[in-house]
């Protein structure tokens, strides 16, 4: 693109044989070359500089504006043009360089780009054709030295070091990266992929490419440099002149594409990109990371020793256009270059838009004129930001091309057409990409002089709408890749280097570290804030596991010092609480009445603080146990006197107060008299304590029972059922199971183990004397229907006979079911009253069985 200007004042007329200087600075990264550039120029009288991108040449202004003030300095790219009247010093794009204004100093950065097969014709033509009157300088890399001698008589050429090493650390894993690092990818995907990665681990990260703004780019940029983040994930964009403070760069692939095929990086591709590490006398490291393999030795060596092969060509296009007609244009473009080390320029999208037009009759036939072929080709140099095809960007140049041809100006009302749905600033970060690319078209055409209506409005309104959606896409850049409280953690947590984090924790259990919440503990367990993203839990857990050596002591000391009312057992799943929270549960120990305690994994506690915990647990359920059980445990004392007794308190006790008792025990008057006050009694072959029949203590033996056996137990009836309706007939094993907890399965029903036993012994004493009719009031006793009460009593061992029905016509109330005699009930010995000198018991007047019981009620 050329751009005329008003020129400034001629420069000081000089002797005919003298000859403005061309010079070249050459070298790597960081030596320097462009902020000398600077100062070469602003010590001239007037100068122009061209960078390879427009945020440099943005980038740039704003360091000449600092330095020279705003009317001083002037900024001209393809999409923005800010050129005050007395404007001495132009901050461009190369493709934007003014060629026609003579100014003192001229220099081109970055001039190796001759070699860019996308590009590189335009550096060459600046390369051959740029001049200043005092100074011209190219900067760059030295492998353009050989060319530059070739093609540029005279030129002095100066090589400079670089002012820090550069040094290969080999492969690392994308989670070892150090901090400061960048990553260097070659696609979009590859970005995203990779910083989501880096916020999961890291907390977050910048992202910089080269399709972003330059206002999306510096703010991102920003967030690096500020540390809120510490790590960097980027395109190849960041080795052209982006200066940071980057100590390593990580290539996560060797391939690139370059426009047209996917090809391996050369070494100088590698050293240019991987000089973004350590800046000024700062050393910086260069490796490759993730499905990367390691650098090969050789190219290793040459990006450390800075010793690349040479270029061997320069892409090449004439300048010296032909603008009789279209055709005229397209022989002049396609000259062949002059010289052996300059090969013709691969037909960019300038030339296919230029073909589509001549094979366009109807739009060949407007460049009717020399004025309209130069417009023509000035349409067709529109740049294809959107990237939707070359179909579409044709369409659109064509219509462009159209109106400028038959009405003079792009008419405000169909660019307003344009521009609209381009200004939402709705949707994800390749929605905003898109229509930023979109709003960059119409700023190159609104910064074309002559092409639009109300010229100043529009290039101020697309440059607002870019503004306004480059501030959209880097809040969205930033919501979806930074995790600021995870990204200010880990970088405390590396500053820190093991020393003890600030932190807090409220009498509600939240926890915050260095003032950021990060979660909340649930008893002895650390519970991530609910609000931070899954992946980000490793990162919060190692801040939290810092914070929390102050607080699981003191955490631990509240707990021991706690009272019993503060602690809980949860009856249905043998969880145990402090707090509200679950810290432990209980297991099969030793014995149903001695269960074990296991104390919930807590990763924040050493052993010494878990056996603590699990004793001051262990004494709670050994208290509770003793304490809704207690008739059992004053059974078990009261009886350790009596051998006989003992044993079977023993084998109560084995099974938690209720045993199978097939044989009845025969005991002395006053024995078995003290098993009644006991409240121990014998029914249906079992031996069991009344008392433990209770809600209460039922819901307490069920769980033991459950951790005991290591199997779900029966589900209990409401509190104060003497029966509940059995939903299908019971197995045996279920059968079992509901005879422990102290029911007994008769016919469809589960009987309470008192009343059911009551009721049989009722049964056998009712028809020891013959038949006898059922009493009424049993069905109510045993909480059944008076038509299942016949089957229960069956079940239940016995004898019931069914009435003879009278004829239907004589009156009177229906016989009743008969209790017949049992078939063969056995002699039941006649159990002996307490003499004082049975055998075995000595003289026992004081060690009676109800003295002992009377002494440990007092006792208690």
């Not at 510490?230 to 426009?259: C, R």
């Not at 009405?407 to 709705?426: A, K, M, N």
């Not at 992946?535 to 857990?541: C, E, F, G, V, Y």
């Not at 939903?727 to 094993?733: C, N, Q, R």
């Amino acid at each position: 693109m050329t751009v005329s200007l008003r020129p400034i004042s001629t420069p000081p007329a000089r002797d005919a044989t003298w000859v403005a200087p061309v010079r070249a600075i050459l070298g790597p990264t960081n030596t320097g070359k462009t902020h000398l550039a600077l100062e070469r120029m602003l010590a001239h009288a007037s100068g122009v500089i061209g960078f390879p991108l427009r945020l440099l040449a943005r980038e740039n202004y704003e360091r000449m504006v600092r330095l020279k003030g705003v009317r001083a300095v002037a900024l001209i790219t393809g999409e923005e043009k800010i050129i005050p009247p007395q404007a001495r010093w132009f901050s461009c794009t190369v493709e934007a360089m003014p060629m026609d204004r003579p100014v003192d100093f001229v220099a081109v950065d970055e001039i190796q780009l001759c070699a860019d097969p996308e590009r590189g014709h335009i550096f060459t033509d600046r390369l051959l054709n740029a001049r200043g009157l005092a100074e011209t300088l190219f900067l760059g890399s030295d492998t353009i030295a050989p060319l530059l001698r070739t093609l540029v008589r005279g030129i002095e050429i100066e090589t400079r070091p670089r002012l820090s090493n550069l040094t290969c650390s080999g492969h690392n894993r994308l989670s070892r990266l150090p901090p400061r690092s960048a990553i260097v990818a070659f696609s979009m995907a590859e970005v995203y992929a990779i910083a989501e990665l880096i916020r999961r681990k890291r907390g977050g990260c910048a992202v910089v490419m080269g399709q972003l703004s330059p206002r999306t780019r510096n703010a991102q940029v920003a967030l690096y440099q500020n540390r809120e983040v510490d790590y960097l994930v980027a395109t190849d964009a960041i080795g052209m002149g982006l200066n940071m403070d980057i100590h390593h760069v990580a290539f996560a692939g060797m391939a690139k594409f370059d426009g047209q095929r996917h090809r391996l990086l050369n070494a100088a591709e590698v050293a240019q990109i991987a000089g973004r590490a350590g800046r000024g006398a700062r050393d910086g490291t260069f490796g490759t990371t993730g499905e990367c393999p390691p650098f090969p030795e050789a190219l290793v060596e040459a990006v450390e020793e800075h010793r690349f092969e040479p270029l061997s060509f320069l892409w090449w296009r004439n300048a010296v256009l032909d603008f009789a007609t279209p055709a005229a244009l397209h022989a002049s473009l396609c000259v062949r270059p002059p010289t052996a080390c300059l090969r013709p320029a691969e037909p960019a999208m300038d030339m296919q838009v230029l073909r589509a037009f001549m094979h366009d009759r109807a739009i060949s036939s407007l460049a009717s004129t020399p004025e309209r072929t130069r417009l023509m080709w000035e349409v067709c140099q529109i740049p294809d930001f959107r990237k939707l095809g070359e179909d579409s960007h044709i369409r659109q140049c064509a219509q462009i091309f159209t109106l400028l041809v038959r009405q003079g100006r792009l008419p405000s009302d169909w660019l307003r057409t344009r521009l609209h749905g381009l200004e939402q600033t709705q949707g994800d970060i390749e929605a905003l990409m898109q229509r930023l690319m979109g709003i960059r078209v119409w700023s190159y055409v609104a910064a074309r002089t002559g092409w639009v209506e109300d010229a100043e409005e529009w290039q101020r309104h697309t440059r607002q709408l870019e503004d306004t959606l480059s501030d959209a896409l880097h809040d969205r850049l930033t919501a979806r890749f930074v995790d600021r409280r995870a990204a200010s953690l880990a970088r405390r947590l590396e500053e820190a280097d093991g020393k003890p984090l600030l932190s807090a924790m409220n009498r509600l259990g939240e926890i915050s570290v260095e003032g950021h919440a990060v979660g909340h503990m649930r008893g002895f367990t650390f519970v991530p804030d609910p609000e931070a993203a899954r992946t980000d839990q490793a990162l919060i857990l190692r801040a939290a596991r810092r914070a929390a050596r102050g607080e699981i002591p003191r955490m631990v000391a509240r707990f021991l010092q706690a009272a019993d009312t503060e602690l809980g057992l949860d009856l249905q799943s043998g969880a145990l609480h402090w707090q509200d929270e679950t810290i432990g549960q209980l297991r099969a120990g030793p014995s149903v009445l001695r269960p074990a305690i296991g104390v919930k994994d807590a990763e924040f506690l050493d052993a010494i603080q878990k056996e603590k915990i699990r004793q001051k647990l262990a004494a709670f359920v050994t208290t509770r146990i003793r304490h809704d059980l207690a008739p059992l445990f004053l059974a078990e004392e009261a009886t350790a006197p009596y051998p006989a007794l003992r044993g079977l308190i023993h084998r109560l006790m084995e099974h938690g107060g209720i045993t199978p008792c097939p044989d009845r025990p025969h005991l002395p008057r006053a024995e078995a008299a003290l098993l009644a006050r006991l409240h121990i009694a014998y029914g249906l072959d079992t031996l069991f304590c009344t008392r433990l029949l209770k809600p209460h203590p039922m819901a307490l033996r069920r769980l033991l029972l459950a951790v005991d056996l290591g199997q779900a137990m029966p589900d209990l009836p409401p509190a104060g059922a003497v029966s509940f309706a059995l939903e299908s007939p019971p197995t045996a094993a279920e059968k079992k199971a509901f005879l422990s907890l102290g029911w007994v399965c008769a016919g469809s029903y589960a009987l309470r183990l008192d009343r059911a036993a009551a009721v049989s012994q009722e049964m056998i004493t009712l028809g020891a004397s013959g038949p006898r009719p059922v009493p009424d009031a049993l069905a109510s006793r045993l909480g059944v229907t008076k038509k299942k009460l016949p089957l229960v009593l069956t079940a239940l061992g016995g004898r019931v006979q069914a009435p003879v029905m009278l004829p239907a016509n004589q009156p009177g109330p229906p016989p009743p079911f008969m209790v017949l005699p049992a078939q063969a009930q056995k002699k039941q010995k006649k159990i002996h009253p307490f003499s004082h000198t049975a055998p075995g018991h000595g003289t026992l007047k004081s060690d009676s069985p109800f003295a002992v019981l009377a002494r440990l009620k007092e006792h208690r």
